[in-house]
């Protein structure tokens, strides 16, 4: 008896661990990483032709610098096979101005002009950011997909390169802003489905044991 026992507390114990496991897989860290800070870093490139390239972790990706009228500041990033960006958080924004411009395109380069000569058939999207829009704290990847002109998108940013441009034109306030690059690798449908199943088929011969144990 004290064997049944014994091996109902075991399976129970592994299929916990399964399902534990799964939720881990699938759960967003609750932990944010700064890639990137102007004030450690360095100035973001001013060259369209060659932004600075930052490296996304997986989940939360903190993007910190400042711009300012002539101080456009050009980021490169890759999506791997499998990884998508799922939101862009506007975490903080400090400036006198009430808002400033963001605009992404597809490559490794910035081709799309700067300051007040953009030419949004070249991007994949464009937005305004800041406390004129009430955006400061919120997700603006699916505004950025909504830019007027642009190719558009609808989030999440799958697989590719991706060339961001956050500038300041309308005056000389500088501002200070801080990104979140938020990503996330989505279990497949199958892999839940075989989670699912052997979660069930668990529990169904810890159930069948238990009867057998009380009969
Ligand atoms: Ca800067
Ligand atoms: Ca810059």
Known sequence: MRGLYKNNFRLLFLYTAAT??????SARFAESATVYDETIDGDLSNNPGNPTSIVLGLDNNQVIGSTIHADPDLLHFNMPL???LDSLILESFTSDDNLGFIGI????????????????????????YGWGNGTVGTDILDELGLGAGAVGF???LLHGDYTILIQQTGSWDSIDYTFNFATNVPLPTSAWMGIILLVSVGTIRVIRQRMRWLV
């Open 20 to 25: 534990i496991l799964a939720l881990t897989m």
């Open 82 to 84: 499998g990884v998508r």
């Open 105 to 128: 395109q597809s490559g490794s380069i910035w081709s799309a002009g700067l300051g007040g000569t953009i030419n949004p058939d070249n991007l994949l999207g464009w937005t305004h």
């Open 154 to 156: 609808t989030p999440p």
